[in-house]
T-cell receptor, first 115, second 111 residues
Framework: DVKVTQSSRYLVKRTGEKVFLECVQDMDHENMFWYRQDPGLGLRLIYFSYDVKMKEKGDIPEGYSVSREKKERFSLILESASTNQTSMYLC??????????????FGAGSRLTVL | QKEVEQDPGPLSVPEGAIVSLNCTYSNSAFQYFMWYRQYSRKGPELLMY????GNKEDGRFTAQVDKSSKYISLFIRDSQPSDSATYLC???????????FGTGTRLKVLA
C-alpha cells in the first residue's frame, strides 16, 4: 500500500509565524501535490512537483512556497501565516506519466488554525 | 461557471438503499475520472477510477461516465451506515498533471 504521511495532524499558529508542513511518501512516486480544502470550495491546488527540485504553481500559490530536496519528501511553507490560511491541508502523490490514470493517493491531512 | 459541478447535499438515505451520486463537467478534454471517499477529518481515499466512457463495477460500487453528456455517476448498492462520508469526484485531461475536483457530496446512510 502506498502511504503518504503528513507529520502534523493539527497545528495552531499565530499570525506572522512561519509554518512548515511536511509530507513523505514511500512508493517512489514522481509527482507530489499540496492542496487546501475549505467548505464549499473543495480542493484547490497550491503547488505541485513532478521531480526533485522542480515545482509548479497551482491555482492558489500566493502566500505559500514549497521545497522538494528528496524524491519522497515535499514540504509546504507558509512564510508569514495569516488567518485566511486557516484550512485543511492535504498532501498527495502519484506516478509521473501524464498518459496514465495516475490516481492521487492522499495523506490524512493537516488541519491548521492561525490565530 | 465551475469546471466541475457537484451537489453538496447532504443526501440522507435509509440503510440498504441504492445511492446515486453525480458530477457534471464542462471540459470535453477530461479523460480520467475518479471517485474519492472522505471520512470526517481524514484524507480522501480512492474508490473508483474510469478511463473515458463506460461503466466500471467493484463490489457494491459502480462508476459510469457519459462523455457525450459530460456527466459521471457513482452508484452504491445496499448502502451501509459505514458509507456515510463525503464523496468527491475528480477528473483530469491527458497530458496534464492537474486534477479538477468537485466540491463533494455529503452522504448519510441511516441505520
Amino acid at each position: 500500500d502506498v502511504k503518504v504521511t503528513q507529520s502534523s495532524r493539527y497545528l495552531v499558529k499565530r499570525t506572522g509565524e512561519k509554518v512548515f508542513l511536511e509530507c513523505v511518501q514511500d512508493m517512489d512516486h514522481e509527482n507530489m501535490f499540496w492542496y487546501r480544502q475549505d467548505p464549499g470550495l473543495g480542493l484547490r491546488l497550491i503547488y505541485f512537483s513532478y521531480d526533485v527540485k522542480m515545482k509548479e504553481k497551482g491555482d492558489i500559490p500566493e502566500g505559500y512556497s514549497v521545497s522538494r530536496e528528496k524524491k519522497e519528501r515535499f514540504s509546504l511553507i507558509l512564510e508569514s501565516a495569516s488567518t485566511n490560511q486557516t484550512s485543511m491541508y492535504l498532501c498527495a502523490s502519484s506516478f509521473g506519466a501524464q498518459g496514465g490514470a495516475n490516481v492521487l493517493t492522499f495523506g490524512a491531512g493537516s488541519r491548521l488554525t492561525v490565530l | 461557471q465551475k469546471e466541475v459541478e457537484q451537489d453538496p447535499g447532504p443526501l440522507s438515505v435509509p440503510e440498504g438503499a441504492i445511492v446515486s451520486l453525480n458530477c457534471t463537467y464542462s471540459n470535453s478534454a477530461f479523460q480520467y475520472f475518479m471517485w474519492y471517499r472522505q471520512y470526517s477529518r481524514k484524507g480522501p481515499e480512492l474508490l473508483m477510477y474510469t478511463y473515458s466512457s463506460g461503466n466500471k463495477e467493484d463490489g457494491r460500487f459502480t462508476a459510469q461516465v457519459d462523455k457525450s453528456s459530460k456527466y459521471i455517476s457513482l452508484f452504491i448498492r445496499d448502502s451501509q451506515p459505514s458509507d456515510s462520508a463525503t464523496y468527491l469526484c475528480a477528473m483530469r485531461a491527458s497530458g496534464t498533471y492537474k486534477y479538477i475536483f468537485g466540491t463533494g457530496t455529503r452522504l448519510k446512510v441511516l441505520a
